[in-house]
């Protein structure tokens, strides 16, 4: 493994997306790459405006721009590699109102109330971590990391920088069943990865989602814990399976969780770019009710003619927050029908890359999802909720 000129430690330490999740290897990873001196600087950004249309009694249209960054620096460091890495998002500036609509969300809260059918921003300080990995003999990498706010390891790549997501704006309904804990508050992890094969990692971390002010650093005692097992068969596959128990990951909701995922992710390099695809699976078991929730997830990104890029994504998710809004209604379809309802979502979408101007890969595209749902909730919903994402995206890249 060498990238730019550095050790064995420093390029795996590069090859991270959020915390210590990983992209397929093959992944031609967007991103600035400078060398003053003896550092390696890492540069990546991508910024979507959207415009988001929504049908039914509980759709919603809003103008907005979800965006993040994130730079890292490397060093070599006593046989190993040192790296600082941190990534910022202007979504507390750009996306008004703590919330833009995304039909059958849920998750977090804004003003005091849970959110439904809206997706939260995410915080001014995305992630703030510090790596260093060492090389114990020919096969075998050590990995530490720190991070005030950062990436346990406990599920996928989240979804903002997910090879398969490169191209869809929009929040997974499934986020806070898989990838949720991306934004996390003093994380420890440790992990050891041999033969560039398997890697089993280790995390504490404290476990309640961020609050309302997304411009602070907020911190807590480490009271939750995740394992993560990962295999890389080929450089252009990847797999992970794991388990953390989250204490009191809804600020407004009682009770721990045991969240378990599993995905499979492929990525194959093609014309100047990459066809990746996703498949995820991840359960919350509610501990003080012994209820288990499932999520299924595929999604995919397909160049073609490397201007053209067609996205496809698939979800299941069982959903018991879509009333929680509304106590009283909520209350009353618990006693007919139940609180728990699956939901499906299916998305397909089309981005045509403009050009690329001073390293910035501009493209316009858009997206649309239709939903399935049981017949109990058409009456809130309407009979065929559609959501339709129109955007601009700004990707550094440079070419």
């Given amino acids: 493994m060498n990238m730019?000129?550095?050790?064995?430690?420093?390029?795996?330490?590069?090859?991270?997306?959020?915390?210590t999740s990983m992209n397929p290897q093959s992944w031609p990873m967007p991103m600035l790459m400078l060398k003053p001196d003896d550092w390696s600087l890492m540069f990546m950004a991508q910024a979507f405006v959207v415009d988001t249309q929504e049908s039914g009694p509980r759709g919603g249209d809003k103008f907005y721009s979800a965006n993040w960054g994130m730079f890292a620096a490397s060093h070599d460091l006593a046989g190993g590699s040192f790296m600082f890495q941190t990534m910022l998002s202007l979504?507390?500036?750009?996306?008004?109102?703590?919330?833009?609509?995304?039909?059958?969300?849920?998750?977090?809260?804004a003003y005091g109330k849970p959110l439904v059918d809206a997706q939260h921003p995410h915080d001014f300080i995305?992630?703030?971590?510090?790596?260093?990995?060492?090389?114990?003999?020919?096969?075998?990498?050590?990995?530490?990391?720190?991070?005030p706010v950062g990436d346990p390891a406990l599920g996928p790549v989240a979804f903002p920088h997910r090879a398969s997501a490169d191209e869809l704006p929009q929040a997974t309904l499934s986020h806070h069943w898989q990838d949720s804990t991306h934004i996390a508050d003093e994380v420890v992890t440790a992990g050891i990865m041999l033969h560039n094969l398997v890697r089993l990692e280790a995390s504490g971390f404290y476990g309640t989602e961020p609050g309302e002010n997304r411009w602070i650093i907020q911190y807590g005692p480490i009271n939750s814990w995740a394992t993560r097992l990962s295999i890389f068969p080929s450089e252009n596959w990847m797999a992970q399976v794991s388990v953390g128990?989250?204490?009191?990951?809804?600020?407004?909701?009682?009770?721990?969780?045991?969240?378990?995922?599993?995905?499979?992710?492929y990525t194959r390099p093609m014309q100047g770019?990459?066809?990746?695809?996703?498949?995820?699976?991840?359960?919350?078991?509610?501990?003080?009710?012994?209820?288990?929730?499932?999520?299924?997830?595929?999604?995919?990104?397909?160049?073609?003619?490397?201007?053209?890029?067609?996205?496809?994504?698939?979800?299941?998710?069982?959903?018991?927050?879509?009333?929680?809004?509304?106590?009283?209604?909520?209350?009353?379809?618990?006693?007919?029908?139940?609180?728990?309802?699956?939901?499906?979502?299916?998305?397909a979408g089309y981005t045509r890359d403009i050009g690329t101007y001073h390293?910035?890969?501009?493209?316009?595209?858009?997206n649309f999802t239709t939903y399935t749902m049981p017949d109990a909730i058409k009456p809130y919903y309407g009979s065929h909720p559609v959501s339709v994402n129109m955007y601009v995206r700004f990707r550094l890249n440079p070419k």
Avoid: C
């Fill in 245 to 265: 128990r989250i204490a009191k990951p809804e600020r407004q909701e009682p009770g721990d969780v045991v969240r378990a995922t599993a995905s499979i992710h």
């Fill in 4 to 19: 730019g000129g550095m050790n064995q430690a420093g390029a795996y330490l590069m090859g991270q997306a959020s915390g």
């Fill in 91 to 109: 979504d507390p500036a750009t996306i008004t109102g703590e919330r833009y609509p995304e039909l059958f969300q849920t998750g977090e809260t």
């Fill in 273 to 347: 770019s990459s066809w990746s695809t996703s498949l995820i699976w991840g359960r919350n078991h509610e501990i003080l009710d012994g209820r288990d929730l499932n999520s299924y997830l595929l999604e995919s990104v397909a160049p073609y003619r490397r201007k053209n890029f067609f996205t496809g994504r698939i979800e299941l998710v069982d959903k018991d927050e879509l009333f929680s809004d509304q106590p009283a209604l909520e209350a009353q379809l618990d006693r007919t029908v139940g609180s728990t309802f699956r939901i499906g979502a299916y998305t």
């Fill in 126 to 147: 995305m992630g703030l971590g510090f790596h260093y990995a060492h090389p114990l003999g020919e096969n075998t990498m050590l990995q530490f990391y720190f991070a």
């Fill in 359 to 366: 390293d910035v890969q501009t493209g316009i595209g858009a």
